[in-house]
């Protein structure tokens, strides 16, 4: 029995090609257009400049125990 490979875009969640010939593979994912691929580079650039900002307002500062 033969399978038929099912390819979803990361992004929109299409199975079928639109604006390619063909999905386009961008670091083992699927992007059915270049506009879909765009986005999702974009949101993961916005999420990793989020991740790597400063976070020294949700800090706390630490409790400093007083020598006896």
Do not use: I, N, W
């Not at 386009?24 to 270049?34: D, E, G, P, W």
């Not at 691929?37 to 007083?66: F, I």
């Amino acid at each position: 029995m033969r399978k038929k490979v099912v390819v979803f875009c990361e992004v929109c969640g299409g199975a079928a090609p639109s604006g390619a010939a063909d999905f386009l593979v961008f670091h083992c994912l699927a992007f059915c257009s270049s506009d879909c691929r765009d986005e999702y580079r974009s949101a993961d650039e916005e999420r990793r400049v989020a991740k790597d900002a400063p976070r020294s307002t949700s800090r706390k500062p630490t409790r400093q125990s007083r020598a006896a």
